[in-house]
T-cell receptor
């Protein structure tokens, strides 16, 4: 089992650009959540996808959007990048409802906005 | 006031010491309590998972939850240099069949050989 995988591992962009990050969930998991972790901070919840729809969202602007595909993989898109978007972006997957476990995280994508 | 409060440290202990890490919270709806370990530049790794109040032990790790005090702890016995990492507490509530997880800021732990 490969666990949760994310790509790319590192990314450098400039202000105003757009970025797409990708995530493949752990085998058997159907729910994907995205988090932003700024340096020295805990992860902050961005949104969660289930059955290809955004199910819940944290306190992030509309510049942050996502998508989930039929195979449960997911993308995070950020438009009009700001310097403050520099962070580690984490994807976490969790199993179907009714299996009382918690989330498993991928290694993250480190985004630097210049 | 943040929903989850955690001392960022750093906390330095000698090898073999017992480590105590703690978090407090304000949201009474939290039901699931987790501890994650995060090595530098890596994603968080789930260590312990507890539902509601009580204790849970896994090898050298013991998690305690006191819902009446809104206080959770992680104890590490016989600490090793490989335990040096940032420890994140996290809490979630189950609403409508899904979880939303809130993290603490993380406590940086250094175990000195």
């Amino acid at each position: 089992d490969a666990g949760v995988t994310q790509s790319p591992t590192h990314l450098i962009k400039t202000r105003g650009q757009q970025v797409t990050l990708r995530c493949s969930p752990k085998s058997g998991h159907d729910t994907v959540s995205w988090y932003q972790q700024a340096l020295g901070q805990g992860p902050q919840f961005i949104f969660q996808y289930y059955e290809e729809e955004e199910r819940q969202r944290g306190n992030f602007p509309d510049r942050f959007s996502g998508h989930q595909f039929p195979n449960y993989s997911s993308e995070l898109n950020v438009n009009a990048l700001l310097l403050g978007d520099s962070a580690l972006y984490l994807c976490a997957s969790s199993p179907p409802v009714g299996v009382m476990e918690t989330q498993y995280f991928g290694p993250g994508t480190r985004l630097l906005v210049l | 006031q943040k929903e989850v409060e955690q001392d960022p440290g750093p906390l330095s202990v000698p090898e073999g010491a017992i480590v105590s890490l703690n978090c407090t919270y304000s949201n009474s709806a939290f039901q699931y309590f987790m501890w994650y370990r995060q090595y530098s530049r890596k994603g968080p790794e789930l260590l312990m998972y507890t539902y509601s109040s009580g204790n849970k032990e896994d090898g050298r790790f013991t998690a305690q939850v006191d819902k009446s005090s809104k206080y959770i702890s992680l104890f590490i016995r016989d600490s090793q240099p490989s335990d040096s990492a940032t420890y994140l507490c996290a809490m979630s509530s189950n609403s409508g069949g899904y979880q939303k997880v809130t993290f603490g800021i993380g406590t940086k732990l250094q175990v000195i050989p």
